[in-house]
């Protein structure tokens, strides 16, 4: 700039031709304060760009500079620079950026954290803000509930994480444990941490097999009857369960293995196909109830005939058994089977429900 070098040729004209006494009029002692770093410098510049150019400071748009970089300088003269340095602030869990002139970390956060001499800080208060800037995280206090061994407590705390408040509050798990949410979360206002003790056992027990039952046609008998041709059998087997435990409470047990010391032999049951003419078979419907009816009107004596007309468990005439079809099954009631007795009762109640029975 023109005025620069006028203003150069003029301290040069000053010391070459004005003498000593003139020089020293020119000469200043300024304070150049940089970030708060003290830098005392004797100079003949004229103003405070002058100043910050013959120490190498550099200034930027943002950066704060007083007073003004064009203003002049005097004897004793004290010049400020604060560089605008990046701050990467985390805010319980929220991340921005912002520029600050401030000089220590305290001051930069101050309009941004509220209660931050409470809060805690990834980096010291007191630190100073490089030129470069800094990543902060901060976490400011909040009401959380931490549950652990089935017990709750409110706690407030400035921990940034569920790790850093397990920690915090000497809590320790195992690989096992469950902790919700996940030790990496971030905390918020009124979280609850719920910590679950886990533990995995096993467990070896010997127990029975059940036998299984298979059925086969047998057409002596009528359709709906069966019998037992030859009784099932339990096998044994040793097994071996891998059982879980939350909270000192069983809530799961699964097989892991199992050897068997007795293979079960299976039950074999005989079952019915015949049929009358008609295609009918047994019908043990409500046997519970014609068994108590056969129980009062003959004493449960299925095959009874007294000569007073009335055959069997349920007391039949003939008329009615012949109407009912109990010939399907025998001449006469108290020559069929309780099972056929209550087959043809079955159709009677069809027509007339248990009117024909007094004891019903």
Not at 8 to 35: E, M, N, Q, S
Not at 144 to 170: C, F, H, M, P
Not at 228 to 236: D, E, M
Request: charge should be positive; hydrophobic fraction near 40%; charged fraction near 20%.
């Amino acid at each position: 700039m023109a005025f620069k070098h006028l203003a150069t040729a003029a301290v040069t004209l000053a010391l070459t031709g004005g003498g000593v006494a003139t020089g020293a009029a020119l000469h200043k002692d300024v304070r150049l304060v940089v970030d708060g770093v003290e830098r005392p410098t004797s100079t003949f510049a004229l103003t405070v760009s002058d100043v910050l150019s013959a120490n190498g400071v550099t200034v930027s748009g943002l950066d704060q500079v007083s007073p003004a970089p064009q203003s002049p300088v005097s004897n004793g003269s004290v010049i400020t620079v604060r560089y605008a340095k990046p701050i990467t602030l985390t805010l319980d869990g929220s991340e921005g950026t912002f520029m600050t002139t401030e000089v220590e970390l305290a001051d930069a956060l101050a309009a941004k954290v509220p209660d931050l001499n409470r809060s805690w800080t990834s980096v010291a208060l007191a630190s100073p803000v490089p030129r470069t800037g800094l990543e902060v995280t901060v976490s400011t206090p909040k009401q959380v509930r931490l549950v652990v061994d089935g017990k709750t407590r409110s706690i407030t705390t400035t921990a940034n994480t569920v790790d850093d408040l397990l920690a915090e509050q000497n809590v320790t798990t195992w690989a096992q444990d469950r902790v919700s949410p996940s030790t990496q979360a971030v905390l918020a206002e009124g979280d609850r941490v719920v910590v679950q003790r886990v533990r995995i056992s096993t467990l070896q027990r010997t127990e029975s097999i059940a036998f299984a039952s298979k059925k086969k046609s047998d057409p002596t008998l009528w359709l709906g009857e069966s019998r037992v041709v030859s009784t099932g059998k339990a096998g044994k087997a040793t097994r071996i369960y891998r059982v879980v435990e939350i909270d000192g409470k069983k809530t799961d047990r699964s097989l892991v293995s199992e050897t068997v010391l007795a293979k079960p032999v299976a039950q074999v049951i005989a079952v019915g196909s015949k049929v009358t003419g008609n295609g009918a078979g047994i019908n043990l419907a409500r046997a519970a109830m014609w068994d108590r009816i056969a129980r009062c009107e003959s004493g449960g004596n299925w095959s009874i005939n007294t000569g007073n007309g009335y055959y069997g468990g349920l007391q039949f005439n003939l008329a009615a058994w012949k109407s009912n079809g109990g010939r399907d099954f025998a001449a006469y009631p108290h020559q069929a089977s309780r099972a056929e007795q209550i087959t043809v009762a079955n159709r009677y109640y069809a027509k007339a429900g248990t009117r024909p029975w007094t004891c019903a």
